[in-house]
């Protein structure tokens, strides 16, 4: 479950590259990818 859940995260180009420089930021971006996999 968990390894289909990653494979799915990497589907988002902003996750996969690490576009964000801060840690913050990249935090944000997992965050919205994960709601929007939820909903």
């Not at 390894?3 to 990249?26: G, H, I, M, P, V």
Request: with cysteine.
């Amino acid at each position: 479950v968990v390894e289909r859940c990653f494979n799915r995260l990497k589907q988002f180009r902003a996750l996969a590259t690490r576009y964000d420089k801060t840690a913050t930021s990249y935090t944000a971006v997992v965050t919205i990818a994960c709601l929007m996999l939820w909903l």
